[in-house]
């Protein structure tokens, strides 16, 4: 199952594509993707916003991508427009419905976006399926391995990714009563490590605190190290003991496993 976003940290606002998809889990959005795709039967694939892959095609090369390079064909499908307009027609609208586009062979295609931090950060990307009505439907199927599905089931799966994207479309905030300040420990640590130090009041282990802040274990314990040095404490207990109570009176973040 995808991965919740953690949202103790309110640093990400401008995350990459390639970070957000190891926050939530490349192997779960991996597994996701080829579900929706044997389901569904409607090819997907996970861009970026340059309209870089950003996981393993669940099908073969698409009939968009074949007529591209193998015919002297101007393709009018969402994989010819260009990926800026598609950015930009979602960022200003804001909206999950799908951008659809028919080309003159009768291929839809259509792109969905996914938002995460009230940013635009990557597209999931139909590159060809017929309707069932479309004029030579079965003969495009026979010649090129195209899917023919029913508006309904078009509407069916769209549906579903819509509501996938909407619970992937996290907005992080500051910490509570913070005022949109990080809190501070003490005025002799950096920045890093009075947000190191503050999680450590708040309860969580040097693990926990290296998954929230996206850093390595080690480099957590050798914060830690300075942390305590500066403050002249023993260990992190003794730093819970005498200097959690120097923190503001906010609500401490509840621990998260």
Not at 123 to 145: N, S, Y
Not at 228 to 235: E, R
Request: charged share 20%; glycine share 6%; net charge neutral.
């Amino acid at each position: 199952m995808l991965r919740s976003v953690d949202s103790g940290s309110h640093q990400l606002k401008g995350v990459s594509a390639d970070r957000w998809v190891s926050m939530v889990g490349k192997g779960a959005l991996q597994d996701f993707q080829d579900c929706f795709v044997r389901d569904y039967r409607i090819p997907l694939l996970l861009v970026d916003t340059q309209g870089k892959p950003l996981l393993v095609p669940s099908l073969k090369l698409g009939f968009c991508n074949f007529a591209q390079s193998g015919m002297a064909h101007d393709c009018s499908g969402i994989a010819a427009q260009d990926v800026a307009e598609v950015v930009s027609y979602f960022e200003s609208r804001r909206v999950f419905d799908p951008l659809l586009r028919t080309c003159n062979f009768g291929i839809t295609s259509f792109a969905m976006p996914v938002f995460f931090n009230a940013r635009l950060v990557a597209l999931w990307r139909c590159d060809g399926l017929v309707f069932d009505d479309a004029p030579h439907a079965e003969r495009l199927q026979a010649k090129f391995d195209l899917p023919v599905i029913t508006h309904e089931e078009l509407g069916n799966a769209t549906s579903w990714l819509e509501r996938t994207c909407r619970l992937l479309d996290v907005h992080l905030e500051p910490s509570a009563g913070s005022g949109g300040t990080a809190r501070t420990l003490s005025p002799v640590l950096t920045p890093r490590e009075n947000e190191i130090a503050v999680l450590v009041c708040d309860g969580l282990s040097n693990s926990q605190i290296a998954g929230r802040l996206f850093l390595s274990e080690k480099t957590v314990k050798t914060h830690m190290s300075s942390i305590l040095a500066k403050l002249n404490v023993k260990n992190r207990v003794q730093l819970i003991c005498e200097c959690a109570d120097t923190l503001d009176e906010n609500p401490r973040q509840s621990m998260r496993g």
